[in-house]
C-alpha cells in the first residue's frame, strides 16, 4: 500500500522532492500545495511556482493557494486525506491544527545540517560564514522553526567554486533522495527520531537588499563570500559612477600588490578587474552594470575605461 503524501512547495529546489516521491512507487503524491501565480518582475507575465510547473508535467493534483493555515489552502489538505505532509522551500510555519491532519504528521527537507542555520535562508547563510560543509536534513515538523527532531542527515562538501545557486541545487537533488527514503520508511515505523541540541543552533533569517551591499573596508575574503552567497540572483551589489552595479562571480586575488583605498579599481586584464578591499584585494570576474545584462568584468572594462584611482562603492 502506498503512501499517500501532501506535497507544500514553491521554489525551483523543491521540484527534485517532487519528482522523487512521483517517481517511487511506494509513495503517492495526491496533491501539490504551492503559492498562486505572480508576476515574475517588472513588466513580466504572471508566472505559476516551480511546483505548480512541475505537478502539471507530472499529472500530480495542484492547488495554487496563498498559504494553508486557513481557507482554501486547509480545505485543500483536509480533501486530500493524506497519510503525511511534505513540506519542502514553501516558507510558511505550519499551524498545531496543520500538523495534526495527516496521520504521520509533517516531515520538512531543510537545507542544512540542523540545529546550525535554523531559517529561510541557510544556503546562503552557511556561504556568507565561510562553512566548509553543510548538508540536508530530513525532520519531523513541530510548530517551532526548525526545531523538529532529525530523522535523517547527510553531509555536503562546500567547493571553493559554490555559489548559493550550485550549491542549493546540489542540496536539493540530495535531499530528495535522503527524503524518499524516510518516506518509504513510514508503512515499517518510520525512522528513529532525535532530538535537536538547542546549544549548537543558529540563526539563518532571510536576508534583504542591505545584506548584498558590498562593503570594500572588509577582508577580500568575506567580500568574495558575500558575491557568492547572493549569485546568481539577485546578485551583490556595489556602485560605479552613482549607478548600481551587480557583482556576480569574483574571486580573492593573489597578486601580493594591492595599494590604493579600499574599493579602488587596481588594474583590468584579460582575467577581470582588480579592486582593493581593507584587507587583500578582489578580483571581479562578472558583472551586471546597471540596466544590462552580466558579462565578464574584463568586457565591462574595456567599455568603462577607468579614470586613475577610480572607486566602486
Same mark, same amino acid.
Given at each position: ?9 514553491? &521554489? ?6 517532487? /519528482? ?32 505548480? /510547473? ?20 486547509? !480545505? ?5 486525506? *493524506?497519510? %503525511? ?14 500538523? !495534526? ?14 540545529? #546550525? ?8 547563510? *552557511?556561504?556568507? *560564514? +565561510? ?9 519531523? $515538523? ?7 527532531? @532529525? ?7 562546500? #567547493?571553493?567554486? &559554490?555559489?548559493?545557486?550550485?550549491? +542549493? ?7 530528495? $533522495? ?32 542591505? &545584506? ?14 558575500? %558575491? ?12 560605479? #559612477? ?39 584585494? %578582489?578580483?571581479? @570576474? /562578472?558583472?551586471?552594470?546597471? +540596466? ?8 565591462? *572594462? ?12
Amino acid at each position: 500500500m502506498s503512501v499517500r503524501v501532501a506535497f507544500l512547495g514553491n &521554489d525551483p529546489w523543491s521540484v527534485p522532492s517532487l /519528482e522523487a516521491i512521483a517517481g517511487e512507487p511506494d509513495l503517492e503524491p495526491v496533491v501539490a500545495i504551492t503559492n498562486p501565480p505572480k508576476p515574475a518582475g517588472r513588466g513580466s507575465p504572471v508566472t505559476r511556482t516551480a511546483v505548480a /510547473e512541475a505537478a502539471g508535467r507530472l499529472d500530480v493534483p495542484t492547488a495554487e493557494v496563498a498559504g494553508v493555515g486557513g481557507g482554501a489552502g486547509f !480545505e485543500a489538505l483536509v480533501a486530500a486525506s *493524506a497519510d %503525511v505532509i511534505v513540506v519542502v522551500a514553501y516558507g510558511e510555519l505550519l499551524t498545531h491544527d496543520v500538523l !495534526e491532519l495527516s496521520p504521520q504528521g509533517a516531515i520538512n527537507l531543510h537545507f542544512s545540517l540542523l540545529p #546550525r542555520w535554523r531559517g529561510a535562508a541557510p544556503v546562503q547563510h *552557511a556561504l556568507l *560564514a +565561510g562553512d566548509e560543509t553543510t548538508g540536508v536534513t530530513v525532520m519531523r $515538523m513541530d510548530e517551532g522553526l526548525d526545531t523538529g527532531p @532529525i530523522l535523517n542527515q547527510l553531509v555536503e562538501e562546500i #567547493r571553493p567554486e &559554490d555559489d548559493t545557486g550550485t550549491l +542549493g541545487a546540489r542540496l536539493a537533488h540530495n535531499g530528495a $533522495m535522503l527524503l524518499a527514503g524516510v518516506l518509504r520508511m513510514l508503512p515499517r515505523g518510520g525512522v528513529p527520531a532525535r532530538p535537536q541540541d538547542d546549544r549548537l543552533a543558529t540563526n539563518a533569517p532571510r536576508l534583504s537588499a542591505a &545584506d548584498r551591499v558590498l562593503d570594500w573596508g572588509g577582508p577580500a575574503d568575506g567580500i568574495v563570500r558575500r %558575491v557568492r552567497a547572493f549569485a546568481p540572483d539577485p546578485g551583490s551589489t556595489t556602485t560605479f #559612477r552613482g549607478e548600481t552595479l551587480k557583482v556576480l562571480a569574483a574571486a580573492v586575488d593573489r597578486d601580493p600588490e594591492s595599494g590604493g583605498a579600499p574599493g579602488t579599481i587596481l588594474a583590468p586584464d584579460e582575467r577581470g578587474v582588480r579592486v582593493a578591499a581593507g584587507s587583500g584585494s %578582489v578580483r571581479l @570576474i /562578472e558583472v551586471a552594470p546597471a +540596466g544590462r545584462r552580466r558579462m565578464p568584468a574584463a568586457d565591462w *572594462a574595456r567599455g568603462a575605461r577607468f579614470a586613475t584611482d577610480e572607486r566602486l562603492g
